[in-house]
């Protein structure tokens, strides 16, 4: 078996000919005592594998690109296309002939010194997918048992994607909260929100991994929620693989499929919200790809939202009202820290849901701010019960003397005339703004809420009181009064849009940060 991305095999050497414990000795290709990890781990290591390499022109042409050198970003990128894309091919070869590696590993891949390829090498754990000659009878369990097998090479090949992109991954103690994170059965979609909290971000040339996988509206991060999915059925192949957008350079055209459309809307509306935002355009960009969000709402039944709406979310923009300061001075110095909404589905039937919205801050006395922000910790925390049901959500049309001064259907034109475009007409065939679109439509109850502050703020009503105030000024008004939030219109497994009663959008992305940090 020889394959230009795989290891030559001579043949096997039997130990003893009368020795029936089936023990053999694999003879194949060396390519050298350094693997992938030996090159990675080098201070010098993204100049020394160009080297190793020898990019040039002719070498990036293979992954769709056209140029050589750059920013640091842009080399690691090309450089991470030639590595995974070699990988691929390689364990595509294995699994088209009927074999799986299950030890993918950086230690197991060599680069060839002669053709400059990686090799999938070490296959003296190689498993054949059928334990047996496949028969009618034992048709079924063969097939069960190739998808593991895939499905477990495929989640080695996410681990290896996630150390070379992601150096800090490189270190077993990161790790180990890394594979814990997806051991316990969290969704990969929420890899982005639990590694901002494990991972150093900081802009530097040794650490891009952020910017990488952020690139090309989260192509990279989808790429590896699809290589770490839990799920047999959700994993990617090698095949869709290499066709996938975070590994196609530019001069490669891939028309995206509609989740790959979903998911980037989403993480570019992310993006936007990690900055802080004051200018007009900015609102008007995010307030854009959420209603174009609404409009690709891949679960609008309220079945789906019974099992997707479960969770505890963190809250990252309101169209209604910015979070946190602004220009203004405030009265009492605060600082709004997380704010979340956990969300517990029910069994009883006057209700569907109990969400609990909880905001955490922190109260700086005195009229100067500290420079390490250091102040009295408090925690606002609101309850409701809500009711589950299925509705609509309506668009009405305005009349042109009075669409001069709304912005909403400046917005719905915009996006219209973005479907209409030649570039999304193929995937989305939208030749008008509907009428109306399916939501989740939520009924609260009653409102509770408590409040709970350290020393010495407990010791003065007076400025328990202007601190509630305050709060309440920089939090959106939906989040301290949950009976304005009337319904759902986007969910997913990492975000979710939540509409008041003023026709405000709630930004919340699922997170998991206190069960697994």
Not at 232 to 241: E, G, N, T, V, Y
């Amino acid at each position: 078996m020889y394959h230009s991305y795989s290891v030559q095999v001579h043949g096997y050497i039997c130990s003893s000919a009368n020795d029936d414990s089936g023990s053999f000795t694999l003879v194949h290709g060396y390519h050298g005592n350094s693997s992938l990890r030996h090159w990675l781990q080098q201070a010098d290591w993204l100049p020394t594998l160009e080297a190793t390499l020898v990019l040039d022109e002719e070498s990036v042409r293979r992954v769709g690109d056209d140029t050589v050198g750059g920013p640091a970003v842009s080399r690691q990128l090309r450089l991470i296309r030639i590595l995974m894309r070699d990988l691929l091919i390689g364990v595509n070869y294995l699994h088209s002939n009927g074999l799986a590696h299950t030890e993918l590993r950086l230690e197991k891949l060599h680069i060839s010194p002669i053709d400059r390829h990686i090799k999938v090498g070490i296959l003296g754990n190689a498993a054949n997918f059928y334990d047996c000659i496949p028969d009618d009878n034992k048709l079924d369990s063969n097939i069960d048992r190739r998808k593991m097998m895939i499905a477990f090479d495929m989640r080695c090949l996410g681990f290896i994607m996630a150390k070379m992109v992601l150096r800090d991954l490189m270190d077993p103690m990161i790790f180990a909260k890394f594979k814990a994170f997806l051991s316990k059965g969290n969704d990969p979609s929420c890899l982005r929100e639990f590694l901002m909290h494990i991972v150093n971000r900081n802009p530097s040339p040794e650490n891009v991994g952020f910017q990488i996988l952020d690139r090309n509206w989260g192509a990279g991060w989808n790429l590896l929620s699809l290589l770490l999915a839990t799920k047999s059925s959700q994993k990617i192949s090698c095949l869709d693989a290499l066709r996938h957008p975070f590994l196609c350079g530019p001069r490669w055209r891939v028309d995206p499929t509609m989740d790959m459309i979903r998911w980037s809307l989403g993480s570019t509306a992310v993006r936007i919200t990690e900055e802080y935002i004051y200018g007009r355009q900015q609102r008007r960009r995010i307030a854009y790809f959420i209603e174009l969000m609404e409009m690709l709402n891949p679960h609008s039944k309220p079945r789906s939202w019974l099992e997707m709406l479960p969770g505890k979310w963190r809250l990252l923009y309101s169209t209604g009202r910015h979070i946190g300061l602004t220009f203004r001075q405030p009265s009492t110095r605060i600082l709004i820290g997380d704010v979340h909404l956990n969300i517990t589905k029910l069994s009883k039937l006057h209700a569907t849901f109990s969400i609990n919205s909880d905001i955490g801050f922190k109260v700086m006395l005195g009229q100067d701010w500290p420079h390490d922000k250091t102040g009295a910790s408090g925690k606002l925390e609101i309850n409701s019960l809500s009711k589950l049901r299925a509705g609509r959500r309506l668009y009405i049309k305005e009349e042109t003397s009075t669409k001069i001064s709304s912005a909403t259907p400046d917005i719905r034109d915009s996006i219209l005339e973005k479907l209409s475009s030649k570039k999304w007409r193929k995937t989305i065939p939208i030749k008008e703004f509907p009428s109306s679109l399916p939501v989740a439509k939520l009924v609260p109850s009653d409102v509770n809420i408590s409040l709970s502050l350290d020393e010495p703020l407990t010791r003065n009503v007076a400025t328990a009181q202007n601190v509630i105030r305050e709060v309440r000024t920089q939090v959106p008004p939906e989040i301290f009064d949950l009976s304005k939030i009337v319904c759902g219109t986007y969910v997913d497994s990492r975000l979710l849009v939540l509409r008041s009663v003023d026709g405000s959008a709630l930004l919340f992305t699922r997170s998991l940060v206190n069960e697994d940090g």
